[in-house]
């Protein structure tokens, strides 16, 4: 059974960081990839950022230069670092861990973010 657990999300102003997490259980290395999702209200879930277990990176325009997906293999986590932050980027922010023909999701974090 794969767990994802998001944290870190929460209410900033415009202009500044976040730092969401996706703990996993167990290796991370045994799914070819692991992706940050977001979905704001009323509208379709979208991709934000993906990596591969090879390491490739991919990212939505919207957020290209400012977010920054990575991985702690030794703490089973991936982290999308979030620069520069825009109204725009507020959502329910949601870890993917493909492996194979499998989805896996966690149940998401908040991020707002507003003046």
């Known amino acids: 059974q794969v767990q994802l657990v998001e944290s870190g999300g929460g209410l900033v102003q415009p202009g500044e960081s976040l730092r969401l997490s996706c703990a996993a259980s167990?290796?991370?290395?045994?799914?070819?990839?692991m992706n940050w999702y977001r979905q704001a209200p009323g509208k379709q879930r979208e991709l934000v950022a993906a990596i591969t277990s090879g390491g490739s990176t991919n990212y939505a325009d919207s957020v290209k230069g400012r977010f920054t997906i990575s991985r702690d293999s030794a703490k089973n986590t991936v982290y999308l670092q979030m620069n520069s932050l825009k109204p725009e980027d507020t959502a329910v922010y949601y870890c993917?861990?493909?492996?194979?023909?499998?989805?896996?999701w966690g149940q998401g974090t908040q991020v707002t973010v507003s003046s």
């Open positions: 167990g290796s991370i290395f045994r799914f070819h990839a």
């Open positions: 993917k861990a493909v492996q194979g023909p499998l989805d896996y």
